[in-house]
């Protein structure tokens, strides 16, 4: 059933690409340009970076540094103190691959990379400050709001989660205890040359994805649904379009600010694709993924109702 169903979705995208060639070619243009010109600049030297301190072991200096201020908040390892920065810091999707290079390695537990997993593939401050508030909605004021409204969930759920995963290592005194990298650390242009190409590999296939469900943003073009809805369907589907459009849609200020902060807190179904295909050869649960980040969005959707109301 699943197979039919996956197959019946691929006819209707290819019958549309071939019934309305101009609409495809403009969805994967539109596509594309964002990805360009806002999301390569901004999550590629990022993804460069991470790959190069996990590849030559320097993750090790900043963990050190980073691990004591953190478990302040959240019981976290070492290493998993790093998935943490990358996740908040640098972006999405370098929370998951993080994440999913280090547990490839063993460089933490299953345990702790299911939460992990779970909490730090976030948006970065940096597209949240400028591509979301600055350029869309022109909101530049509600920046620090925001980023509580949109971190803050997570990190209370992260607090929870590892806890529980602490407790469960605890008592499961035979299972999979976390192993630190052996080698030391080291740098050399080979490292470098494998973390600028798996770099670009990276956020290659992250233009795949956000060229493909900008399509299918497209699409919903379509179906005869009020405008409203579409653009919802259109934020759930690929956040990037989704808060494009908003920023040029008719809706009042609160209402795109609401909207924006679930797009962003939901990540997209791209994001959902994306994080399903950097951890497909790990341990990781993606349906425990999705049900955590439905229930993060909820939480940060009220949050930004609440407080858009407040300043109304």
């Known amino acids: 059933m699943k197979k039919k169903l996956i197959f019946l979705c691929l006819l209707i995208f290819i019958l549309y690409i071939l019934c309305f060639p101009k609409d495809a070619l403009d969805g994967a243009t539109f596509g594309l340009l964002l990805w360009y010109s806002r999301v390569l600049p901004t999550l590629l030297p990022f993804s460069i970076l991470c790959n190069i301190l996990i590849d030559s072991n320097y993750i090790t200096y900043i963990t050190r540094m980073a691990a004591p201020l953190l478990r302040l908040f959240l019981p976290v390892s070492e290493n998993g103190a790093f998935v943490v ?60 709001i925001s980023l509580l409204i949109l971190y803050l969930p997570p990190l209370i759920l992260g607090h929870i989660l590892l806890r529980r995963a602490a407790l469960t290592l605890s008592k499961n005194a035979g299972g999979d205890r976390q192993k630190k990298p052996a080698s030391g650390s080291q740098m050399n242009f080979k490292i470098i040359d494998a973390g600028i190409m798996n770099g670009f590999e990276t956020l290659t296939k992250l233009g795949g994805y956000i060229m493909l469900f900008s399509m299918l943003a497209f ?50 179904l ?43």
């Open 85 to 144: 920065i990358s996740g908040f810091l640098f972006g999405f999707p370098m929370g998951s691959k993080s994440c999913a290079e280090l547990l490839k390695r063993k460089a933490i537990s299953k345990e702790e990379g299911e939460a992990l997993f779970a909490i730090t593939n976030n948006i970065s401050p940096v597209f949240i400050n400028s591509f979301v508030l600055r350029q869309q909605l022109h909101m530049p004021k509600m920046a620090l």
């Open 219 to 268: 699409l919903l073009k379509k179906l005869p649904i009020p405008y409203p809805i579409y653009l919802c369907l259109t934020g759930a589907t690929e956040i990037t379009t989704g808060i494009s459009l908003l920023g040029n849609s008719p809706l009042g200020e609160t209402t795109r600010y609401i909207l924006a902060i679930s797009f962003t807190a939901f990540g997209g």
């Open 270 to 312: 791209s994001g959902l694709a994306q994080a399903s295909s950097i951890v497909r050869d790990t341990a990781l649960s993606v349906k425990s993924y999705l049900a955590q980040k439905l229930l993060l969005t909820a939480v940060s959707t009220l949050l930004a109702a609440a407080i858009a109301f407040l300043l109304a």
